[in-house]
């Protein structure tokens, strides 16, 4: 039945509800019933079907033993799935302060409104403007974290016009990012951010009492303080320019619904349902906090049917988290989340300068060392690009991040969509290159990509459209920032 012999290519499967998922080394996927998985295995290809031949040909599962272009097809598909990692730091995170007015339970590092110790210096603040541009990525992303970077917006104006006239030398495509509770935004701030094109990123956790609950501050009022930032940011830089995400606590566990539909009422067309993160000052509380993972399983569950309800009903919501793994799942080119690529992308794709002085590859990261642990700084601010990246810690990185070193990842039917991630290793275990299986890193992404794989093999051709869409790029804005 073959014109030319076929060979089975490397591919890896799992069950997913009533048919086995299969992968192949591109990325692409087919469910296939059991029995026909089993004749590919075996090599019996020329036993099923046509229309399924020419569908494992195509998606990679097979090639013609003759067939030349076959190996330089399957490797540029997966370069593609690998192209934001070439092109160096394209995030450049700065920290200028810790300080906010805020004192969340589960925040990793803020610091009180008097405590002016932990605040970037003004020579670190400028080395940082000169050190993003080493990068050979054309776009970069700037983005400000705290703490709450309003409350020195005099380092954060600084550096915006700082680098806007190196960039006149440089020409690159610049986008500066603000993550605040907007509590300290005025008219005056606003009219600088909407000169400088700047967006803005925001928490909301749910509903003010949840909010409220969630993010203490003296007033207890600080769900109405951002809800006001978000409206005065809307009239004066555009709808589109401010974006919320939310943390999952103890107390959200009882309120997916009410949370989505906090999003709904605001008007926000993407809700990002974060877990709890485990590093730093959450660890600490992880007893009154923290959750099992299979209730932020059931939360989740319980929230994306929340959406897609709305979206049923004419209302666009997308969440972020399914946006990356379906943009996993259903798009050939990867939008480069650092968590999931392999290697990392923390310290090539992002940096962070921290107002302690120095370089890490990742926000996680420098949470990290708030708790002590500063076994992840890159260098000082100032290191030259190249040095950061040859450093022991970053070579570390790098081959605690590599799927085809792991044992647990090279089994693993997710290995082309996901990658363990050495950061969450370390704040869970202390070492980088813990068994990935073990942490909770591998737990949720497998459990995420058999959620969206059953919900995929259960589309209707509506949902699946929605599910391309949402596949697409999350805008700039809408990245995802902490507050
Ligand atoms: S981290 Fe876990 S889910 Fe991800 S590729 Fe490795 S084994 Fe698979």
Not at 136 to 153: C, K, S, Y
Not at 282 to 292: P, V
């Amino acid at each position: 039945m073959e014109a030319y012999p076929i060979e089975v290519q490397p591919h890896w499967s799992r069950r997913i509800g009533a048919k086995s998922l299969a992968v192949s080394a591109s990325g692409d996927y087919l469910f296939l019933e059991e029995t026909d998985l089993l004749a590919l295995r075996e090599g019996r290809v020329s036993e099923l079907p046509l229309g399924l031949q020419a569908k494992l040909k195509a998606r990679q599962f097979t090639k013609a033993v003759t067939a030349l272009g076959s190996e330089s097809l399957l490797l540029s598909r997966q370069a593609a799935r690998h192209g934001t990692l070439h092109e160096g730091p394209s995030l450049h995170i700065v920290v200028p302060t810790l300080q906010c007015a805020h004192s969340c339970q589960y925040c990793q590092v803020s610091r009180s409104l008097l405590d002016t110790g932990h605040t970037i210096t003004k020579e670190d603040l400028l080395s940082v403007c000169e050190s993003i541009f080493q990068s050979n990525a054309r776009a970069l992303t700037v983005e400000f974290q705290g703490g709450d970077p309003l409350l020195r917006f005099d380092l954060v104006k600084a550096a915006i016009i700082r680098i806007k006239e190196l960039n006149r030398v440089h020409q690159r495509s610049i986008r500066f990012v603000i993550a605040s509770t907007l509590h300290q935004l005025d008219k005056e701030i606003c009219a600088f951010l909407r000169e400088h094109h700047v967006l803005l990123s925001t928490s909301i956790d749910g509903p003010s009492s949840l909010h409220n609950r969630n993010r203490p501050v003296p007033g207890r009022d600080a769900y109405e303080r951002t809800v006001r930032g978000i409206g005065l940011a809307r009239e004066y830089l555009g709808f589109d320019a401010v974006s919320a995400l939310m943390t999952t606590t103890k107390a959200s566990l009882s309120f997916p619904e009410a949370i989505v539909d906090e999003y709904v009422n605001l008007g926000f067309e993407d809700i990002f349902l974060r877990p709890l993160s485990t590093y730093g000052f959450a660890k600490r509380n992880q007893a009154l906090l923290g959750y099992e993972v299979i209730e932020f399983q059931q939360f989740y569950a319980k929230a994306f049917s929340r959406i897609i309800y709305w979206n049923k009903r004419g209302v666009p919501l997308r969440e972020v988290y399914a946006s990356i793994i379906l943009n996993k799942i259903l798009s050939p080119f990867d939008t480069g989340y650092v968590d999931l690529q392999s290697p990392t992308g923390a310290g090539q794709s992002v940096l962070v300068y921290n107002y302690d002085g120095y370089v890490y590859p990742s926000d996680e990261a420098r949470m990290l060392a708030e708790t002590g642990d500063v076994s992840l700084r890159l260098g000082k601010i100032g290191t030259p690009m190249s040095v950061l990246q040859k450093s022991v810690v970053q070579q570390a990185l790098i081959s605690s991040s590599l799927v085809a070193e792991m044992p647990d990842c090279h089994a693993c039917a997710y290995q082309n969509f996901c990658a363990p991630n050495p950061i969450d290793a370390q704040a869970q275990f202390g070492r980088m290159d813990a068994p990935p299986a073990s942490t909770e890193h591998c737990q949720r992404h497998i459990w995420l990509f058999d959620f969206f794989f059953q919900r995929i093999q259960q589309a209707d051709p509506e949902m699946l459209d929605l599910f391309h869409a949402w596949a697409q790029p999350v805008k700039e804005a809408r990245r995802l920032c902490d507050v």
